[in-house]
């Protein structure tokens, strides 16, 4: 069985500050992780996802992750936060083979504040 | 990337009323869609899988009598609410899954607000 856990609902920072949203799963196989963003009755976009290649993921408008294996954890980092990062995010496990589905955390909605 | 459009992107009906929600891959093919249901401020919960030329595979407690999912081709899902009541009411997203080598991602549509009165 797969699960993922955000570990904070809100999280709140100031604009021109580092983001950290965090990300703990667990799953009985090799994992794909990914992160979507989803703005105010929006669709999900994807940022990121990780596949067993590098376990730094760099993905788009400057976010990154790192999969850590012995932590079982895959954060979202940011250096720098902008207003337009203001939004929920969503870290979602899944496994490569069959049709399983992903499984999405509860979110993590993220203020940035001017 | 991948781009998925749904439409109607918002729709209001009356209760007792059935609509349907279309789920299309603009520029790949699907053989597997998904429906997903979000409440305010909640996640995502999976209503269905929805796999090309077979039948749907709901998850426990989705009414498939009421949610009924056609996907008739490799670009197309639709998702129709039979007989809609109030409680139907949500925000609901399809995603579309493209599988190539190693990688395995979903992409997902804008959603379509359903509004029941």
């Known amino acids: 069985a797969q699960s993922v856990t955000q570990l904070d609902s809100h999280v709140s920072v100031s604009e021109g500050t580092p983001v950290l949203l965090r990300c703990n799963y667990s799953?009985?196989?090799?994992?794909?992780l990914f992160w979507y963003v989803q703005h105010p009755n929006k669709g999900l976009q994807l940022l990121l996802k990780?596949?067993?290649?590098?376990?730094l993921v760099k993905g788009i408008n400057g976010f990154e992750a790192e999969f850590k294996k012995s932590e079982t954890s895959f954060h979202l980092t940011k250096p720098s936060a902008h207003m337009s990062d203001a939004a929920e995010y969503f870290c979602?496990?899944?496994?490569?083979?069959?049709?399983?589905?992903?499984?999405f955390g509860k979110g993590t909605r993220l203020s940035v504040i001017a | 990337g991948a781009v998925v459009s749904q439409h109607p992107s918002r729709v209001i009906c009356k209760s007792g009323t059935s609509v349907k929600i279309e789920c299309r891959s603009l520029?790949?093919?699907?053989?597997?869609m998904f429906w997903y249901r979000q409440f305010p401020k909640q996640s995502l919960m999976l209503m269905a899988t929805?796999?090309?030329?077979?039948?749907?595979?709901?998850e426990q407690g989705v009414e498939k009598d009421k949610f009924l999912i056609n996907h008739a081709s490799l670009t197309l899902s639709t998702l129709t609410v039979t007989s809609a009541h109030p409680e139907d009411s949500s925000f609901y997203i399809c995603?579309?899954?493209?599988?190539?080598?190693?990688?395995?991602?979903?992409?997902f549509g804008p959603g379509t607000r359903l509004t029941v009165l």
């Open positions: 995603s579309a899954r493209v599988r190539a080598g190693t990688t395995d991602t979903q992409y």
């Open positions: 799953s009985s196989y090799s994992p794909s």
């Open positions: 990780y596949t067993s290649a590098a376990t």
């Open positions: 979602v496990v899944s496994h490569l083979s069959g049709n399983t589905p992903l499984v």
């Open positions: 520029d790949f093919q699907a053989t597997t």
């Open positions: 929805s796999n090309e030329g077979s039948k749907a595979t709901y």
